[in-house]
């Protein structure tokens, strides 16, 4: 539809309609995105004029690069999360017990790989309880943070993950580091996308070879821009005073 101007202008009470319906819809959904009506939300960041970031982990399998990656972030005292998931936890129990020993925190990534919105609210709750128990036998935390595998879910997986008492996390900075698409381009990807309660997500399995090698670079371009990088529980603590950026 193309709009007159100029017999708008004429018609001044139907053009300043218009102007405030678009006001209005503008105000809507940057109001609708921060305050949730329909149940839980799965995070992906905060807002806050802050420039800190949470650096996230995915991992599910292996232990070819995450001393590497412990070494970098104890080198640097940086704190991140993890979401570790219940088998590798029991497979891995002293790398597990590392990550609480350097401060860093424990989320879950549940017991099975598969995607929580496939599956029943009964499937789902089962999943993240019996991961809940292998993480805490191992490492002793209590986790309260949950990432779906895939980051897949759906309004039932979001209200069985709250019902089992964690919350569901996303993130809004997605490093595609699995692809292995290079170094700098991990690097890149990431420092394109940054900005003040951004969740970044990385992952320290195997199949991202080029995680361990990215980090250190990462994390002094983010320092170099004027970032704290903190763990996503102080990202929704202390640095969320504009409200939740929902997935």
């Known amino acids: 539809m193309i709009l007159d101007l100029r017999r708008l202008f004429?018609?001044?009470?139907?053009?300043?309609?218009?102007?405030?319906?678009?006001?209005?819809?503008?105000?809507?959904?940057?109001?609708?995105?921060?305050?949730?009506?329909?149940?839980?939300?799965?995070?992906?960041?905060?807002?806050?004029?802050?420039?800190?970031?949470?650096?996230?982990?995915?991992?599910?399998?292996?232990?070819?690069?995450?001393?590497?990656?412990?070494?970098?972030?104890?080198?640097?005292?940086t704190k991140v999360t993890f979401f570790i998931m219940g088998p590798w936890a029991k497979k891995f129990p002293e790398v597990a017990q590392r990550m609480v020993a350097d401060g860093h925190e424990i989320a879950s990534h549940g017991y099975r790989h598969e995607n929580y919105g496939d599956r029943t609210p009964e499937w789902?709750?089962?999943?993240?309880?019996?991961?809940?128990?292998?993480?805490?036998?191992?490492?002793?935390?209590?986790?309260?943070?949950?990432?779906?595998?895939?980051?897949?879910?759906?309004?039932?997986?979001?209200?069985?993950?709250?019902?089992?008492?964690?919350?569901?996390?996303?993130?809004?900075?997605?490093?595609?580091?699995?692809?292995?698409?290079?170094?700098?381009?991990?690097?890149?990807?990431?420092?394109?996308?940054?900005?003040p309660g951004a969740i970044i997500l990385m992952h320290a399995s195997d199949t991202p070879v080029q995680t361990a090698e990215a980090l250190p670079i990462l994390m002094e371009k983010i320092k170099a821009e004027g970032y704290q990088i903190v763990t996503v529980g102080e990202l929704l603590d202390k640095y969320s005073e504009k409200g939740i950026q929902r997935h």
């Open 124 to 195: 789902v709750k089962e999943d993240l309880q019996k991961a809940h128990a292998q993480i805490k036998e191992v490492t002793g935390v209590d986790a309260t943070l949950m990432r779906p595998p895939n980051g897949h879910y759906n309004q039932k997986s979001l209200q069985a993950t709250q019902e089992v008492g964690y919350k569901t996390i996303i993130w809004n900075v997605d490093s595609l580091d699995w692809k292995n698409p290079g170094r700098d381009v991990i690097v890149d990807r990431i420092m394109k996308r940054l900005k």
């Open 10 to 77: 004429s018609h001044r009470h139907i053009f300043f309609s218009i102007i405030g319906l678009f006001a209005i819809s503008a105000v809507y959904v940057q109001v609708s995105d921060q305050i949730n009506t329909n149940g839980p939300i799965a995070i992906a960041a905060t807002r806050t004029e802050q420039k800190v970031v949470a650096l996230t982990f995915d991992h599910s399998w292996g232990n070819k690069f995450t001393p590497s990656i412990l070494d970098t972030l104890k080198k640097n005292d």
